[in-house]
């Protein structure tokens, strides 16, 4: 079975994906490439949900200003005791190397630990070279490995089955902790 972070995968398995079929959401870069020509909103959410990412903002996808943001993913970093954060952006149009700048500034500016962009194009030789440039987050976890600190990921290897490189699911959380409570512990009562 193949190990993944997110989502039916990480409860259920493979298998599960045999007991059902999505309707209506793309299942190639066909169906993904119409989906971003009638509507980019819903094109950006569905490939920020294959990588278990959530829209950036209130939970949903929002119109407007972003600040290149487009979607957000955490994890716990065991060693630092620290939430870390992989930002994302999505390009359904066409790829310009000023999109990998642009994120490699955001990334610089949010203190993310990774960033990723996702696109329905191939990134050309300079794009990943600029990704490259960024270096490597190390995250210091379990596992003590080093990942790629920008990411070009395309729709095609998403569906294909890649995932963003970051540290291991069980470590990871879509949402931040809540910090620990301090101070004096009172006993909880039954309701009834």
Not at 44 to 54: D, E, K, M
Not at 120 to 129: G, K, N, V
Not at 150 to 173: D, Y
């Amino acid at each position: 079975m193949k190990k993944t972070r997110f989502g039916y995968r990480a409860s259920f398995g493979e298998k599960i994906k045999q007991t059902y079929r999505v309707v209506g959401e793309p299942v190639d870069v066909h169906g993904a490439e119409q989906l971003a020509a009638e509507n980019k909103f819903q094109f950006q959410s569905w490939a920020l949900g294959l990588c278990g990412a959530r829209p950036a903002g209130s939970g949903e996808a929002k119109k407007g200003a972003d600040k290149g943001i487009d979607g957000r993913l955490y994890f716990y970093n065991t060693t630092t005791g620290k939430t870390e954060q992989v930002i994302f952006s999505v390009k359904g149009g066409h790829l310009k190397a000023t999109d990998v700048r642009d994120l490699r500034g955001v990334l610089d500016r949010e203190k993310a630990a990774i960033g990723v962009l996702i696109s329905l194009e191939e990134p050309s030789r300079q794009m990943r070279t600029e990704a490259a440039s960024a270096g490597f987050y190390k995250s210091g976890t379990v596992d003590k490995t080093s990942y790629p600190k920008m990411q070009l990921i395309t729709v095609g290897e998403l569906l294909a089955g890649k995932s963003v490189q970051m540290p291991n699911w069980h470590e990871s959380r879509t949402f931040k902790q809540a910090p620990k409570a301090k101070g004096k512990q009172t006993e909880q009562h039954p309701l009834f």
